[in-house]
Nanobody, 127 residues
Framework: QLQLVESGGGLVQPGGSLRLSCATSGFTLDYYAIGWFRQAPGKEREGVSCSSSGGNTNYADSVKGRFTISRDNAKNTVYLQMNSLKPEDTAVYYC?????????????????????WGQGTQVTVSS
């Protein structure tokens, strides 16, 4: 059974850092694109970053230069390193997966492009 489990969320002060993990199981990560999305209270879920199966990456303008997505296919885990956090980064963060085949360049950014979703992890940025 294909599963994605997010972890690493928590409470952090503005300017601080967190690293989120998306642990996957039940499929071969090498063949899948992974996306990170977030949903703030009262707002729609939005894309944050994604990594194609070939390692190409994409970032929302709001997080460029602050967030970094990476993957360790051997550990079946994708990471989201978040630096210089701001109160507006407060949200539930989700990872999602979609099959691409090995070595794909295309980076899916829309929610409808993803088939499998994790349950989310809360990130709160507050002093």
């Amino acid at each position: 059974q294909l599963q994605l489990v997010e972890s690493g969320g928590g409470l952090v002060q503005p300017g601080g850092s967190l690293r989120l993990s998306c642990a996957t199981s039940g499929f071969t990560l090498d063949y899948y694109a992974i996306g990170w999305f977030r949903q703030a209270p009262g707002k729609e879920r939005e894309g944050v970053s994604c990594s194609s199966s070939g390692g190409n990456t994409n970032y929302a303008d709001s997080v460029k230069g602050r967030f970094t997505i990476s993957r360790d296919n051997a550990k079946n885990t994708v990471y989201l390193q978040m630096n210089s956090l701001k109160p507006e980064d407060t949200a539930v963060y989700y990872c999602a997966a979609v099959f691409q085949g090995r070595g794909a360049y295309y980076t899916p950014t829309a929610q409808f492009e993803y088939r499998y979703w994790g349950q989310g992890t809360q990130v709160t940025v507050s002093s």
